[in-house]
């Protein structure tokens, strides 16, 4: 769903990735020509359009994806979809570092967030939750509402799905203040992920990053 929302595509992605981790005889799959390269380090893995293929996709597909991610060095944002109760990518969540749930800043959306912050808490070994716009609140209003103190904000701009689209496409978009606000997060989302790693017995390599919306 990001990859059509932000204009950057959905294919390749999820749905090319489980299509040949299905057909392989093995996990050995080139995971990187169906994903989205941010830096030499970061890629994306853009999902379906559409919750209900989105569902239909990672139903028995979850574990083999997240095996062929762990077994790479890079770090992996998987586009996984609305993650609830009986979700077919639990098992990707219990092998993420951290799971960012990404929501729109209206009261409406928000007020959700505290049960899914408390699923993903079952599963994943950290949660985040992103908020695009402008809420009404503090981040630590929003951290203790949602349950986890892992929280950020980012602004919102008439023109973001070709900036986004031009930025991953490594475009002149890269220098826009959408784009260094988006690098700020990211930082500190790695920042997190480190600092989690570093008080955990699993071994980093066999996880991965998932994200929700």
């Given at each position: ?19 040949a981790l299905r057909r392989a005889d093995s996990p050995a799959v080139d ?144 220098r826009s203040w959408v784009w260094r606000s988006a690098l700020s997060v ?28």
């Amino acid at each position: 769903m990001l990859g059509a929302r932000y204009g950057f595509g959905v294919d390749p992605g999820a749905v090319s990735l489980i299509a040949a981790l299905r057909r392989a005889d093995s996990p050995a799959v080139d995971v990187s020509e169906h994903g989205r390269r941010v830096n030499d380090g970061i890629w994306v893995i853009p999902g379906p359009e559409a919750g209900e293929r989105a569902t239909r996709v990672w139903r028995g597909s979850a574990a083999a994806v997240a095996d062929g991610l762990s077994s790479d060095d890079r770090v992996w944002f998987v586009d996984a979809g609305r993650a609830d109760a009986g979700s077919p990518i639990e098992p990707l969540l219990d092998l993420s570092s951290m799971s960012i749930v990404l929501t729109r800043s209206a009261t409406e959306d928000l007020v959700q967030i505290p049960a899914r912050v408390e699923f993903l808490r079952q599963h994943a070994q950290s949660v985040g939750v992103l908020v695009v716009g402008k809420p009404q609140h503090s981040v630590d209003d929003l951290a203790g509402f949602f349950g986890t103190d892992r929280v950020w904000t980012v602004g919102t701009d008439e023109n973001l799905v070709r900036i986004a689209g031009e930025a991953v496409a490594g475009g002149r978009a890269r220098r826009s203040w959408v784009w260094r606000s988006a690098l700020s997060v990211a930082a500190d989302i790695a920042e997190a992920i480190v600092t989690d790693e570093s008080e955990s017995f699993v071994d980093p390599v066999e996880r991965t990053v998932g994200g929700t919306a």
